[in-house]
């Protein structure tokens, strides 16, 4: 499944939220989509039994983070499974006091609207309140391992 799957190149970003105690969590995500544009709508796939999984499954707003080629080293940095993910990072304040990371190709700033049980992960449906986007080549991820995008 893991392989076929792989098969699927996505883009790459990174989830962030704060805990219900404030504490800032992120975690590296490629099962990021959009689902309406009236209202607005985005989703995302949080993985069961990581550090941050808690923090975001309670949390009421999140914001995506779309990754642009030149970002891989923020990609493998919040896909590591440590406690402190923003030590060194100085991040932007957001809609409801989100943790913004700067010059993204696009942030997606969002209130949770579903949480759906989805096996391994939870579904995270959110409203889009804010959203930013620059004209950046994206951050590609396929076969595991991270690229850039060749057009045909």
């Known amino acids: 499944m893991r392989q076929a799957l ?5 883009g790459v970003t990174v989830v962030t939220a704060r805990t219900e105690t404030g504490r800032p969590v992120a975690m590296t995500v490629s099962s990021f989509a959009g689902v309406s544009l009236d209202p607005p709508l985005v989703l995302w796939c949080a993985q069961r039994g990581i550090g941050p999984f808690a923090g975001f499954a309670a949390a009421k707003h999140f914001a995506v983070h779309v990754l642009h080629a030149g970002q891989g080293d923020e990609a493998m940095h919040f896909a590591q499974d440590i406690d ?6 100085e991040p932007e304040q957001g809609v409801a006091d989100l943790p913004l990371l700067p010059d993204c190709a696009a942030c997606f700033q969002c209130a949770v609207e579903h949480r759906i049980d989805g096996g391994d992960h939870l579904i995270l449906m959110g409203r889009v309140l804010a959203v930013d986007c620059r004209d950046a080549e994206p951050l590609v991820f396929h076969g595991g391992r991270l690229g850039g995008f060749v057009p045909a």
């Open 84 to 89: 402190d993910k923003f030590g060194g990072v």
């Open 6 to 10: 792989g098969t699927f190149a996505t």
